[in-house]
């Protein structure tokens, strides 16, 4: 059974810094796509962040460029999302996602996802 552990959330300033992790477990995602989504408080869901499966290709959301960094590591079957200078708008559960099938930053295109961890930034 294939499943996605987030951790790393919690309340935090604005302009502060946290790191979420996501753990993998019950097959190995080398080849596939990881990603990063959050979701407010009366929003859709959004695309954060995104890395290949080697770890070569990021992509990010316009609102993180530069505040964020995604990463994984295949031998430990995680990914991170380090997030910098954060903000209040930055407040959301974030998820974890694995295995795009299609467009990476489409919430549609993933097959796994965690339960997601909650994230606030206080102002």
């Known amino acids: 059974q294939v499943q996605l552990d987030e951790s790393g959330g919690g309340l935090v300033q604005a302009g502060g810094s946290l790191r979420v992790s996501c753990a993998a477990s019950?097959?190995?995602?080398?080849?596939?796509?990881m990603a990063w989504f959050r979701q407010a408080p009366g929003k859709e869901r959004e695309f954060v962040a995104a890395?290949?499966?080697?770890?070569?290709?990021?992509y990010y959301a316009d609102s993180v460029k530069g505040r964020g960094t995604i990463s994984r590591d295949n031998a430990k079957n995680t990914v991170d999302l380090q997030m910098n200078s954060l903000k209040p708008e930055d407040t959301a559960v974030y998820y974890c996602?694995?295995?795009?099938?299609?467009?990476?930053?489409?919430?549609?295109?993933?097959?796994?996802w965690g339960q997601g961890t909650q994230v606030t930034v206080s102002s």
């Open positions: 996602a694995a295995a795009a099938r299609a467009s990476y930053y489409r919430f549609s295109s993933y097959r796994y």
């Open positions: 019950g097959r190995t995602f080398s080849s596939d796509f």
């Open positions: 890395i290949s499966g080697s770890g070569g290709r990021t």
